[in-house]
């Protein structure tokens, strides 16, 4: 017996549900890429990328997922041979260091814990003992989609100001932009990076990097430039340049009609629709966990982050459950990863996501917990509409 039939809901955190509008701007011919509209929407996609970062730096387009960002910002800054600190709080920044570690850059990692943010009290210590400026780049991401953190990444900048430190600040937005505030000039960060699968609502497959005065000073000295993802090539004067090759257009015309949809709703609205939805979720885990059969991951209230809710479970198989929700519901969720992989299920909540679709993941999970017979506190969906209630009421 199944109830699956209906529109399937991905909740899981990315790739996320891409918007019809947005798979419709794909469904057209191939253009031109030396003249005609597609310069247009190259420009257009390169200025919507400065009004998300928040930033009056330079904007890069690769064709590549998030992992190639990461490539692509090391191999623009440093040289083999450099060394760079490493903020662990989750997966995803020692995914980052890993990659540095291949290309030759010395990594050092500042141990974290997967249920915490980053402590930036560490991070100056840290580089307040580092008196002969060894540390070339700090690496961190703002939202770790293993663990559910959300790091503050104005206190990691002013932990960096306060060690004098001159290492360059880069930061891992491929979970967080177009979901939380991020704000690369006014936090003093010097490259940001993100992907187009996540927050921004369109397929994967497109990266990208905003780079700062600082890491546009230190390209020009990096030991590991390479031809693909070089900054200086793709300034280059023919269009083509910008992309080291044929541009990817059918992704470029769905990013771009991603970042309008984005700003039809307001980038401001977008992080409050976000905020809301997160603290729904989070009351109706809280209630679960009154059976002691859950916990949200992150023990530090203000560091849940509000695109992805990390669950843990204890002494209970969370994959019976995501099964359930999946093959009778038509709801995926995500498993775990990393360290705590198999032993929790993480909800993604980011990009094109309403209350509707939240609000059935959460009754879809609590009628999976009640079928299987998991012990849970009752009245996790009334805990998430009362917390709607309260916030719509607030924000009115
Ligand atoms: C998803 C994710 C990545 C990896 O992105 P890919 O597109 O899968 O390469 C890196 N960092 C964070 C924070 C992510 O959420």
Known sequence: MTLRNGKEFLMIPGPTNVPDEVLRAMHRPAVDIYEGPLLRTTDAC??????????????YIYISNGHGAWDAALSNTLSRGDKVLVLESGRFALGWGEAAAMSGIEVEVLPGNWRRPVDPAAVAARLTADTSHAIKAVLVVQID?????????????AAIDAAGHPALFMVDCIASLGCVPFEMDAWGVDLALTGSQKGLMAPPGLAFIAAGPRALAAHKT???????????????????MKYCGTPPEH??????????????EGLEAVWRRHR?????TRAAVE?????????????????????????LFNGVDPAPLRAFVKDVCGVTVGGTIG????????????????????????????????????????GAVDAALACLTADLAASA
């Open 46 to 59: 390169l200025a919507g990328l400065k009004r998300l970062f928040r930033t009056e730096g330079k904007p």
């Open 145 to 157: 989609t293993a663990s559910g953190v959300l790091n503050d990444i104005r206190a990691i900048r």
């Open 222 to 240: 990096a030991g590991l430039r390479n031809s693909y993802m070089d900054w200086t090539f793709r300034d280059g004067p023919e269009h083509y």
């Open 251 to 264: 992704m470029l015309f769905a990013f771009n009609r991603a970042v309008e949809l984005i700003e039809e």
């Open 276 to 280: 809301l939805l997160a603290r729904a």
């Open 287 to 311: 209630v679960w966990g009154r059976a002691g059969t859950m916990d949200l991951n992150i023990t530090v209230p203000e560091a849940r982050s509000d695109s992805v809710t990390v669950i």
């Open 339 to 378: 360290e705590i992989a198999g032993r929790g299920i993480r909800i993604g909540h980011m990009g094109h996501v309403n209350a509707a679709m939240l609000l059935g993941t959460l009754s879809a999970l609590d009628l999976g917990l009640r079928h299987l017979g998991i012990p849970h506190g009752t």
